[in-house]
């Protein structure tokens, strides 16, 4: 084991080997014979047929997964840089190799109303569909999957070290996982089977018919809202606001549990009008029970001469948000606020205590409130 993370440190930065090590550590130090015992490979690829794709012409394929429609020619990639016309077939080369496997707190995704206390096993491929300027994993965000160290781990190994290591749930995450949606949507129906969770964190750019069928066998989802300004994710996303918009509403409509994601970048979206406008939004369209992180932003990627968000202004949005009737509001990124935690929306009493990732006092009895019965929205059992 020591052997293979010498190499891996070897062939990859600091920071991309503090997450492709912890894998490593994940899944390297399981018994050889074990169904989860995996080694990385350099630019490890098997193509699997893509769903979600039409023939417009001879050799040009448009790609229907998401807002994008790439037209994609013969030999050519879509924005994604993971699906790749072949003789006017069209194929996904993010498929059952992913980059980065570990197991994480479901509190990390985050999700704070799903399995408190539980890990989750967690995978992600190389690529996305938006180009954020400041994405914290842009090194396999905005790679070719040849290019980065990948793990040979197909649906029905994912669900087989998910069991081996007791993880009630799979977490789809890190980059955009719908761009590596069939090995999501095979992966997912196993555990469905298995009788494991399937959870996602996504940016929602994907089109309605895709993401229906996905819904059937999704169970949570943490949205990132970047923005309630189209013009923000124009600018510093690469994408619409619209389609997000629309995916949220799909999810809801779907039974899909929901938590929402605001990383507040200051000067950017941090302006209290936009905020409002977002959060009557989601009152009124998700509903006022919807659990919603302001999130604190810090330099990284192409925004690395910007600042953190003071906490003034993760303190201010949360303001907003509970002025215009949202119930659940959290600050994330800033360990040890007392808005990490959870309080009963109808007696205002403490139900989770969190700082950080870890859990305090837990005073919540199926699903309700154990100081006055209220039920707290929420996925708060295991499957069976």
């Known amino acids: 084991m020591t052997a293979s993370l010498n190499w891996l440190e070897q062939q990859c930065s600091r920071r991309a080997f503090l997450q492709c090590g912890a894998c490593a550590l994940a899944l390297l130090a399981l018994p050889p014979d074990s169904a989860s015992a995996q080694e990385l490979r350099s630019g490890f690829v098997q193509p699997h047929p893509a769903l979600f794709y039409q023939t417009i012409a001879k050799g040009l394929v448009e790609c229907r997964l998401c807002p994008r429609k790439c037209e994609v020619q013969d030999g050519e990639r879509g924005d994604c840089l993971v699906r790749e016309n072949r003789g006017g077939k069209y194929f996904t080369l993010a498929y059952g190799n992913p980059c980065a496997v570990h197991l994480d707190p479901i509190e990390k995704k985050p999700f704070f109303h799903v399995l408190p206390g539980t890990l989750s096993f967690s995978i992600a491929t190389a690529g996305c569909n938006l180009h954020c300027k400041f994405c914290q994993n842009w090194e396999i965000s905005q790679a070719k999957p040849e290019k980065t160290y990948n793990f040979d781990l197909p649906p029905e190994k994912v669900v087989a070290a998910a069991q081996e290591r007791k993880c009630p749930s799979i977490a789809y995450t890190y980059v955009e996982p719908l761009i590596f949606y069939e090995y999501m949507l095979d992966t997912a129906r196993l555990a469905k089977k298995a009788g494991l ?61 929901l938590e929402i994601v605001n990383l507040v970048i200051p000067k950017f979206n941090d302006q209290p009008e936009t905020l409002a406008k977002m959060c009557a939004w989601i009152k009124d369209e998700l509903g006022p029970l919807t659990p919603v992180h302001f999130s604190r932003f810090y330099p990284l990627y192409k925004m690395q001469n910007h600042y953190p968000t003071p906490v003034s202004a993760l303190e201010q949005a949360r303001e907003i948000a509970l002025k215009a009737g949202l119930k659940y509001v959290y600050i994330g990124n800033l360990p040890g606020n007392q808005a990490e935690s959870t309080f009963c929306h109808q007696c205002g009493k403490l139900v989770i205590q969190r700082t950080g990732y870890r859990l305090g006092e837990m005073h919540l009895k199926d699903g309700a409130c154990a100081h006055c019965g209220t039920k707290i929205p929420g996925i708060w059992k295991q499957k069976v």
């Open 197 to 257: 969770l399937n959870t996602c964190h996504s940016a929602g750019y994907i089109n309605t018919e895709p993401l229906q069928k996905l819904a059937e066998v999704l169970d949570a989802a943490c949205i990132d809202l970047k923005s309630f300004d189209p013009q923000f994710y124009r600018d510093l996303v690469g994408g619409e606001l619209a389609p997000v918009l629309r995916a949220l509403q799909t999810l809801r409509q779907k039974g899909v549990f």
